[in-house]
């Protein structure tokens, strides 16, 4: 074999062949020079950080070989009715416009300017702006929801424009052996966090934040169920934990481990409605929908780690869609009710200006490099602590079920593993699972800190309901449901003609 010296050859004259391994060879090569410089730097928290994600390695990759299933006449009848859906809408969009303004043929795509167009020439609204342009993105449109002239426009484009996302996630590509793939990337974020993105072959997409709509499209393997295991309220534990270890004030924790802390919340924001007292009752009531698809104990979530995370009112509210007032009365009371969240703000600020980095609970550790005094950089070290130390939690479960062997992981979803099994060795599997997500952490005091998982059963991803009995469902020692039969693509009826979606191009 003839070696090739790159400093007496310019690489770009080489055979296409050659020169690919010339620089292959000098990837290889650079990584090795600056990995030789990297670790006599690391110290012990960096070291076991290091040695946790090359542990992840082998799940990340399993998953990303296995991939999930997909239920091809689920998916073709959810596109279907998205389809109808937005024959429908565009309809009406195209009525209005036409018939108001004179725009026939309105597009309302996020690329188009028809949008602007209409609101700002036509109606005369003062333009909203984004980097000194005039837009109409999401968060410009719920502005325009203020004026009446512009309210049923603005909400039918708000309406297609989320059905139109949905419609390309289902479209997404799916490999011939009819699976979707992602690719896992362990070190994509600076928590320790997992993202996701296209797998190596182009195919699939982000599999962790897929909203639950769209879930059921995602089965289980022939003879295999699902289960789905989440970190209950994971975060505030990790911040009750923290409370706790700096200043032994365990208010917050004890209030996460006695009960539901959210719906505790949501009764502080919205305390008209009709609370029982009871937890299941009132976590119901909590359930409802407020916001599109989020319900308010969801948004509940929200507010609270966004006050934990030392967030304002305003922000907070364009955020959740929560009313301003409602919010600056509720965070005097939660200040109140938790005074040491004040603490923990006050110890991260100190730590970041003596030191400029943060240790979450787990040992992980970030620089920060932002201004050390400014709030935006505090706030960003105070969810660092929760989002690191889920992390850990959440993945050192996941190894611990891809040693053990007694179930595939099919999908990392943050806060959550979807894994399947045997569907005849249900109980069994069950039990040892939980059992392996269970990450103990010893905190100052004498104090164990565990966060408990709640599980879900079912042969596909989605929730359970009248039309999705197969979903998923809360365990609760057994489940008598049986799998549905599949369904043949050619037994799906197609409705709407798909006049409008063909006349605009298609979706």
């Given at each position: 074999m003839k070696i090739i010296h790159t400093n007496e050859i310019n690489p770009e004259d080489l055979p296409a062949f050659d020169r690919e391994l010339c620089y292959n060879g000098l990837d290889c090569v650079i990584t090795a020079e600056v990995l030789s410089v990297l670790l006599p730097q690391l110290d012990n928290h960096t070291t076991a950080t290091y040695s946790f994600s090359r542990s992840l390695q082998g799940p990340a990759l399993e998953m990303r070989l296995r991939g999930v299933k997909i239920d091809p006449a689920r998916r073709?009848?959810?596109?279907?009715?998205?389809?109808?859906?937005?024959?429908?809408?565009?309809?009406?969009?195209?009525?209005?416009c036409g018939e108001g303004w004179g725009m026939w043929e309105f597009n309302w795509r996020p690329n188009s300017k028809d949008p602007l167009e209409l609101f700002y020439n036509r109606m005369q609204i003062p333009a909203i702006k984004k980097a000194g342009r005039p837009t109409c993105d999401r968060d410009a449109l719920e502005k325009l929801e203020s004026y009446f002239i512009a309210?049923?426009?603005?909400?039918?484009?708000?309406?297609?424009?989320?059905?139109?996302?949905?419609?390309?996630?289902?479209?997404?590509?799916?490999?011939?052996?009819g699976r979707m793939r992602t690719s896992y990337n362990i070190a994509g974020t600076n928590t320790g966090r997992f993202s996701s993105s296209f797998s190596e072959f182009g195919t699939g997409g982000n599999l962790q934040n897929i909203e639950d709509s769209l879930r059921s499209v995602f089965i289980a393997d022939e003879g295999m169920k699902f289960g789905y295991f989440d970190g209950e309220q994971i975060q505030s534990r990790i911040v009750g934990a923290m409370e706790w270890n700096?200043?032994?004030?365990?208010?917050?924790?004890?209030?996460?481990?006695?009960?539901?802390?959210?719906?505790?919340?949501?009764?502080?924001?919205w305390p008209e409605l009709p609370w029982t007292g009871k937890v299941k009752q009132d976590k119901e009531i909590a359930e409802q929908p407020f916001y599109r698809h989020y319900t308010r104990r969801f948004m509940c979530k929200k507010i609270g780690h966004g006050t934990n995370f030392d967030g304002k009112a305003p922000e907070i509210s364009r955020q959740t869609k929560i009313e301003q007032k409602v919010i600056e009365e509720f965070q005097p009371k939660y200040?109140?009710?938790?005074?040491?969240?004040?603490?923990?703000?006050?110890?991260?600020?100190?730590?970041?200006?003596?030191?400029?980095?943060?240790?979450?609970?787990?040992?992980?550790?970030?620089?920060?490099?932002?201004?050390?005094?400014?709030?935006?950089?505090?706030?960003?070290?105070?969810?660092?602590?929760?989002?690191?130390?889920?992390?850990?939690?959440?993945?050192?479960?996941?190894?611990?079920?891809?040693?053990?062997?007694n179930a595939l992981l099919s999908m990392q979803q943050h806060d959550a593993v979807l894994i399947q099994f045997?569907?005849?060795?249900e109980e069994e599997t069950l039990e040892i699972i939980k059992k392996q997500l269970r990450v103990p952490m010893q905190l100052e005091h004498g104090r164990e800190f565990i966060v408990p998982f709640g599980c879900k059963t079912g042969w596909n991803f989605g929730s359970y309901s009248k039309d999705n009995v197969d979903g998923l469902k809360d365990w609760e020692g057994g489940d008598e449901r049986v799998r549905g039969p599949a369904v043949s693509l050619l037994d799906r009826v197609i409705r709407g003609s798909r006049k409008q979606s063909r006349k605009r191009g298609g979706l």
């Open positions: 073709a009848r959810v596109l279907d009715e998205y389809y109808d859906l937005v024959d429908r809408l565009d309809a009406n969009l195209e009525r209005l309210l049923p426009i603005v909400r039918h484009i708000i309406l297609l424009r989320d059905i139109w996302k949905k419609i390309q996630v289902l479209k997404t590509e799916i490999d011939p052996d700096l200043f032994q004030d365990g208010l917050y924790l004890d209030s996460c481990e006695s009960g539901d802390l959210h719906t505790t919340v949501a009764k502080l924001c200040h109140t009710a938790f005074p040491a969240h004040r603490r923990w703000k006050e110890w991260t600020q100190q730590e970041l200006i003596d030191h400029g980095y943060i240790v979450d609970l787990s040992g992980r550790k970030r620089y920060f490099f932002g201004r050390r005094n400014d709030a935006a950089t505090v706030r960003e070290a105070l969810a660092y602590q929760a989002q690191a130390t889920e992390a850990h939690i959440v993945n050192s479960g996941m190894l611990n079920v891809w040693r053990e062997r045997p569907e005849d060795r």
